[in-house]
């Protein structure tokens, strides 16, 4: 059973930084890809960035040049800086792996960012 746990979640003030790190109970290169989403209040879970294990990523154009995801296979975790904030960023991030043969979709228990002032 994989196992997926957010941390790093919290209060960020407009404008600052926090990174979120996902531990995964087996190497993040055994994965087909790895990403965070988010969803805020009264709106549809999104797709914030993933990462490919060849290391090719995709970004929403929302969190374009502003967060970055990264994975450390040493250490099994996939995380996601999250610079110059925005009150918009403010929503649950979700933690996601895929496997493709079967098709399966692995999720975290989630972390609350907020972003205010």
């Known amino acids: 059973q994989v196992q997926l746990v957010e941390s790093g979640g919290g209060l960020g003030q407009p404008g600052g930084s926090l990174r979120l790190s996902c531990a995964a109970s087996r190497s993040v290169f055994s994965f087909n890809n790895m990403g965070w989403y988010r969803r805020a209040p009264g709106k549809q879970r999104e797709l914030v960035a993933a990462i490919h294990p060849s290391g090719k990523t995709v970004y929403a154009d929302s969190v374009k040049g502003r967060f970055t995801i990264s994975a450390d296979n040493a250490e099994n975790t996939v995380s996601l800086q999250m610079n110059g904030l925005k009150p918009e960023d403010t929503a649950v991030y979700y933690c996601?792996?895929?496997?493709?043969?079967?098709?399966?979709?692995?999720w975290g228990q989630g972390t609350q960012v907020t972003v205010s002032s």
């Open positions: 996601n792996a895929v496997e493709i043969g079967p098709m399966r979709n692995y």
